[in-house]
């Protein structure tokens, strides 16, 4: 039971301690909390020093928190300093909105601290909140430097407002920033996260150094907005010019790489990720083993992730997607049970691949059971995604009023991509009117949606109503929203190329026509006949057997049958969704030329062989 309390004698404790003991570390930890504790809550004679001076030797959030109530108690809470210190210590203890707290009771805050504040709320992810400081910094008429505008920037990319971040990139100019090398690299950053690459591009040339932060913003701005070419040759002028990649770069490279499909530069790619020591980031690792999925090599892939030895949730999530992304359902789900066998613990993202592997491969009963356990066994609140994925599996087994009960009795509010998936399935199923009520949905939630816009004409075309579709070619025009160019990519002797709908702009365009003309007898006489309800033209049969004809991927395959070896597997990237008749297509051909043929549309990879479909 303590004595009654002798203020001069405790005093003496305090002095002693900070005279002797907290010289090691161990009695500081030892005696910090007892000295506290000592402090009584009335005003005794000890001065601001002292309390600053146990301040600046916190080592733990404990502490602090019973620092700053003795803070409190002595009614010291409008002292600039202890209040400033206060402040940065919650800071680093990552407590940022109790930092806040006291930093808005602090009279007259000073620049530093106003930009350890916009810091700490830009790298916390909060960046509405970095924002409104920045805006109240400057009117109190305090004149931002060069270490406020960086996190100024990570706001507005963040917030992907780009008006903001043209509105502080005049401030900074205004203020003479503008040569500094971290403000530009921010600057980089910012206008490629907010999709304007061409002004991150011209930032970026005007530097008049540039480092690795400068050039890794820009690569990976490149690779974000799909400017996958370009990510790959400035990966390249990097490595020239002297700078050593970092994480972040070659993780860019590497998505370019899947996006591109091309598969010998990722592997490529991956030898320099395991000369540089790389290969054993789980990251770096799940990302190589991505990109070999991406490229249609899946065996790859797999031999990757079984080597990688410490598996996080995102390798096995990301494993088990690319299973189902390549209509291996089955395979998906025996390792999702092999990851909770293993101990690793599934989240949102895992059971989205799990229910999306379901969808590719029509596998309904197991969808409705694995959504249920997320909830029942693993006490995962189903996202967005999930629903997606869910009422995606009932659409495309025909159950589209099961889909249209289940979103409207969800939770959470639809989203323009999970409307997108219902009205797919229209198409699929000659629902005009299901679809038209899809549709306006929606164009109520975002009325510039061109890839719908078109979908709607398909379903109209499909039902020969051509003045609706030339309804929907109007609203369009009015609009100012335009159909989005089809194209196929095929690499092949490590260069990637790219076809257009009817495109004769290639040097070999004369063989690849001729080509396509010769297959045609052959894949009629095996049963091919051209669906010409899918042209969305009002125009001859015969012209729209021309059109279905020349369609990009076919464009593409020809090409790579043309350039590689008898025997190869052709493996064609196209951006949009392969149309019915081009996937009755390529079943043939890859019969008559007894080749594989693998290709990703937006949606899946489809593996054609002997005349079936993988999907």
Same mark, same amino acid.
């Given at each position: ?26 009695? @500081?930890?030892? $005696? ?15 001065? %601001? ?9 916190? %080592? ?5 928190? *019973?620092?700053?109530? *003795? ?18 210590? $919650? ?48 009117? *109190? ?49 910012? $206008? ?185 066994? @693993? ?25 249209? *009960? ?74 100012? %929203? ?13 260069? =990637?190329?790219?076809?257009? =709908? ?25 049963? $091919? ?35 590689? %070896? ?50």
């Amino acid at each position: 039971m303590r004595g009654p309390f002798n203020p001069q004698k405790q005093i003496r404790i305090i002095a002693f301690a900070f005279h002797n003991c907290f010289s090691n570390i161990n009695y @500081f930890c030892t $005696y910090i909390p007892l000295t506290l504790e000592l402090i009584p809550d009335k005003p005794i004679n000890l001065t %601001t020093l002292n309390i600053s001076w146990i301040l600046q030797r916190c %080592t733990n959030l404990s502490i602090l928190k *019973k620092a700053h109530a *003795k803070i409190f108690s002595y009614g010291l809470q409008q002292d600039w300093h202890l209040s400033s210190r206060t402040a940065i210590l $919650y800071v680093s203890f990552d407590r940022i909105d109790a930092a806040g707290t006291v930093f808005e009771g602090i009279p007259d805050p000073s620049s530093y601290l106003w930009n350890i504040m916009i810091r700490a709320y830009a790298t916390d992810g909060k960046f509405g909140q970095s924002l409104k400081l920045y805006a109240q910094m400057m009117q *109190k008429g305090l004149r931002p430097d060069k270490f406020t505008f960086p996190f100024a920037l990570k706001s507005c990319a963040g917030l992907s407002n780009l008006m903001l971040g043209k509105l502080v990139h005049l401030h900074l100019v205004c203020c003479g920033c503008n040569g500094d090398v971290y403000v530009n690299a921010a600057l980089v950053d910012m $206008y490629s996260k907010c999709g304007n690459i061409d002004t991150a591009r011209l930032v970026f040339d005007k530097m008049p150094e540039r480092d690795l932060v400068s050039w890794t913003s820009l690569i990976s701005g490149y690779a974000q907005n799909g400017y996958n070419s370009e990510t790959l040759g400035f990966f390249d002028l990097m490595r020239g010019s002297g700078v050593k990649p970092n994480r972040v770069s070659i993780l860019s490279v590497l998505l370019a790489c899947g996006n591109l499909g091309a598969l010998s530069k990722g592997e490529w790619f991956h030898s320099f990720v395991i000369q540089t020591g790389f290969e054993f980031d789980i990251l770096v690792a799940t990302s190589v083993m991505n990109m070999y999925a991406r490229c249609g090599s899946l065996d790859l892939a797999c031999k990757l992730f079984q080597e990688t030895e410490r598996k996080d949730v995102v390798c096995w999530s990301a494993m088990i997607a690319n299973y189902g992304i390549h209509g291996h359902a089955r395979k998906a789900i025996d390792l999702f049970n092999e990851m909770v066998r293993e101990g690793a613990k599934p989240n949102n993202v895992t059971f989205t691949s799990v229910l999306s592997a379901c969808s590719h491969s029509g596998l309904l009963e197991d969808g409705k059971k694995y959504f249920e356990i997320m909830t029942q066994n @693993f006490n995962i609140e189903p996202k967005l995604s999930n629903y997606a994925c869910m009422v995606d599996l009932l659409s495309r087994a025909g159950q589209l009023s099961e889909a249209e *009960k289940l979103v409207q009795n969800m939770p959470l509010q639809p989203d323009v991509s999970l409307w997108g998936s219902m009205l797919g399935a229209c198409r699929n199923y000659g629902d005009l009117d299901l679809a038209e009520k899809i549709a306006d949905r929606i164009f109520e939630l975002d009325p510039f949606q061109a890839g719908y816009h078109v979908l709607l004409s398909n379903i109209y075309a499909a039902k020969s109503r051509w003045d609706k579709v030339e309804k929907v070619r109007k609203v369009m025009s009015r609009r100012g %929203t335009s159909k989005i160019q089809g194209f196929s990519l095929i690499e092949c002797k490590n260069m =990637v190329h790219k076809f257009g =709908v009817g495109d004769r702009s290639h040097p070999q365009a004369d063989r690849i026509y001729s080509l396509l003309m010769e297959l045609a007898a052959p894949m009629k006489h095996l049963g $091919y006949v051209p669906l010409t309800d899918h042209v969305l033209h009002d125009i001859e049969e015969e012209a729209k057997e021309q059109v279905l004809s020349y369609h990009s991927e076919r464009l593409a395959i020809a090409f790579g049958l043309l350039n590689t %070896t008898p025997g190869t597997a052709i493996r064609v990237t196209k951006n949009l969704r392969i149309c019915v008749d081009c996937h009755n297509a390529v079943k043939i051909i890859s019969k008559i030329v007894s080749r594989v043929v693998i290709v990703r549309d937006m949606h899946r990879f489809h593996h054609f062989e002997d005349g079936i479909c993988s999907c």
